[in-house]
């Protein structure tokens, strides 16, 4: 999906991933009545352990994939015939800030569970990529190089660049995932402790070296009329959260707002890497990773070559089952971390809109409050019902 969404979509150095949008879908189709069965386990301690399982998960996942596919291609023909188009007739600076600032804010809740398992940890990480990315950002380091000159004559030599901006989050991400495997074995860090690096190793070996996903795994994909529905409004709800994310990813990079011909093949093409999410993948859709516009922010790197090599490096993970196992492994403290600095640069990309809004105007103050204020509570409010 990142790749079609290079070449062929918006053309934007943005990231394609799994949208939380769709979860609440998923988790809606895939705990409605399910048929359990008891039995019985030895655990590692040689105790017997009662557990249930659904035998019938498969035809659950078999309805992820059709619904999916179905609401996908909706999102395909509203960017194919240009209806996208329309929606720029009334997207103004108010809301482009407000959509934007809302993927940061409407996250907060999750960054703060995860950050509150241990805050030092993800306080650490913050302090981190502060420091490498705002004051050492000028400091240069050294980087061997070899050139090759006429002949058979190589040159090898030490270049200095300024790589600990563009480098921040990497470095940052791991020092501190350095420090907890160190503090896990030494058992500085107590057993069940968030922060652990535990049972990596069982992990890794119990994983696949490889697998290749492919259409039909889970049988033949099933359409239902409330899962249709409900894909319907995910797929909607992926389609805005994008629009701000081509805003906020071209004005990091430093290229012009999108026009509406780009803005109709960015959905177009989300919605082809939503279809192809449903045909091999495991029913959940995909959207614009904010994330990775807010890493565009910090480390000042927008080139569409470097997500080119990232989109790569993941498919290999995504294939390799032990590369993909060791990065699952990661302590939520740090990935909460991650998002406290992510998620506030997005807030503060989208509020750096209100330049462009005249705040002497009470209409312009109104829309601003309603509609922000609106986002975070709705958002709260339906999380409690369901």
């Known amino acids: 999906a990142t790749m079609l969404q290079l070449f062929f979509g918006t053309r934007l150095p943005i990231i394609q991933s799994g949208a939380a949008v769709y979860f609440a879908v998923a988790k809606a189709i895939l705990s409605k009545e399910p048929c359990k069965e008891v039995y019985h386990v030895i655990d590692e301690n040689g105790n017997n352990v009662t557990q249930t399982w659904d035998p019938n998960w498969h035809e659950r996942m078999a309805e992820l994939q059709g619904n999916l596919m179905l609401a996908s291609l909706c999102q395909v023909a509203i960017g194919g015939f240009g209806l996208v188009g329309l929606l720029l007739k009334v997207i103004g600076p108010i809301t482009i800030t407000v959509l934007i600032s809302l993927l940061g804010f409407c996250l907060a809740g999750e960054a703060g569970r995860m950050a509150s398992l241990i805050w030092g940890i993800s306080l650490l990480i913050v302090l981190l990529v502060t420091v490498f990315s705002e004051y050492l950002k000028n400091v240069p380091v050294p980087v061997p ?3 090759f000159g006429s002949g ?5 030599g030490v270049a200095w660049l300024k790589l600990l901006s563009t480098l921040s989050i990497m470095i940052s991400l791991a020092l501190v995932w350095g420090l907890c495997a160190i503090l896990t074995a030494t058992d500085t860090l107590p057993e069940g402790d968030p922060a652990r690096v535990t049972n990596l190793t069982t992990a890794i070996d119990a994983a696949k070296w490889f697998y290749f996903p492919y259409p039909g795994q889970f049988g033949t994909p099933k359409v239902t009329l409330g899962g249709f529905i409900g894909f319907i409004a995910a797929v909607i709800g992926g389609m805005i959260e994008s629009l701000g994310d ?9 290229a012009p707002p999108p026009p509406s011909y780009a803005l109709n093949r960015g959905v177009m093409m989300e919605g082809v890497g939503c279809f192809l999410a449903g045909l091999c993948g495991p029913g959940l859709g995909v959207t614009s990773y904010s994330e990775n516009v807010a890493a565009i922010g910090l480390t000042k790197v ?6 080119f090599c990232g989109a790569v490096v993941v498919f290999i993970m995504g294939v390799i089952g032990k590369i993909g196992v060791l990065f699952a492994a990661m302590p939520e403290p740090i990935i909460g971390g991650m998002y406290l600095v992510m998620f506030g640069v997005i807030s503060a990309v989208g509020i750096s809109n209100l330049r462009f809004v005249d705040l002497t105007s009470s209409r312009n103050i109104f829309v601003l409050g309603i509609s922000g204020y609106m986002g975070i509570v709705v958002p709260i409010w339906s999380g409690r019902i369901m």
């Not at 058979?152 to 090898?156: D, F, R």
């Not at 081509?246 to 430093?254: D, E, H, S």
């Open 246 to 254: 081509y805003y906020a990813c071209a004005k990091l990079a430093g």
């Open 152 to 156: 058979k004559k190589t040159k090898c």
């Open 145 to 147: 190089t070899v050139s």
């Open 302 to 307: 927008g080139s569409r070559r470097v997500i």
